[in-house]
């Protein structure tokens, strides 16, 4: 079965300042695809930023990029210039192309503090 | 366009009793889901409908029913509420099933058995 693990249950950082949120996952398969989603107190799932595994460029959209570490099963998203926007509950996710559920394995997520 | 909208966003139930979250997206999406989401994790799958007429289980179905009543509304059913149930569920619509589609999240409707 694939996991998802974020072992950072809460984080913070200054305004305009940058910040790493780590995810980790275990799976067997070659080709799936990973996400960030954010979910504020209005408690919407927003979807961040995705990548292909079989892409090796990291997205980017904006100030949110990833780094992807394919052989290491790393999926770590950076945002620049924080913004107090962006305080949020971040939600690393995983997806595969096939299998019964077809779901999003979601981590536990990492509530984020954005500090004035 | 209101993507996908959920009723009610609370509700508090007591054990046994039955209820149905309603949930519907105007994106015209041939693909729908419901997720719980409980304190410390990530959501959970707990049924999804690939097309109009077709309804499976994901992880979590014990205790639920669903129902795709047409392509726009897609509702969960908790037949006889237990503790264990109180969650926030959130339901979602994507294009279709596909792993590089997509899912649009509804707000989420938080629910408490007693």
């Known amino acids: 079965a694939q996991t998802v693990t974020q072992s950072q249950p809460e984080m913070s950082v200054q305004e305009a300042e940058t910040v790493t949120l780590s995810c980790t996952y275990d799976t067997s398969e070659s080709d799936y695809y990973l996400f960030w989603y954010k979910q504020p107190p209005s408690r919407q799932m927003i979807l961040v930023i995705r990548q292909e595994a079989y892409k090796q460029q990291n997205a980017t959209e904006n100030r949110f990029s990833v780094n992807f570490q394919k052989a290491a099963k790393s999926f770590s998203l950076k945002i620049s210039d924080s913004q107090l926007g962006d305080a949020a509950m971040y939600f690393c996710a995983y997806r595969v192309p096939s299998g019964s559920a077809r779901q999003l394995t979601f981590g536990s997520g990492t509530q984020l503090t954005v500090l004035p | 366009n209101a993507g996908v909208t959920q009723t009610p966003k609370f509700q508090v139930l007591k054990t046994g009793q039955s209820m149905t979250l309603q949930c519907a997206q105007d994106?015209?999406?041939?693909?729908m889901y419901w997720y719980r989401q409980d304190p410390g994790m990530g959501l959970r799958l707990i049924y999804y409908s690939a097309s109009e007429g077709t309804t499976d289980k994901g992880e979590v179905p014990n205790g639920y029913n669903v129902s795709r009543l047409n392509k726009r509304e897609f509702s969960l059913r908790l037949e006889s509420a237990a503790p264990s149930q109180t969650s926030v569920y959130f339901c979602a619509s994507s294009i279709r099933t596909g792993f590089s589609y997509e899912q649009y999240f509804g707000p989420g409707t938080r629910l408490t058995v007693t």
């Open positions: 994106m015209n999406h041939n693909s």
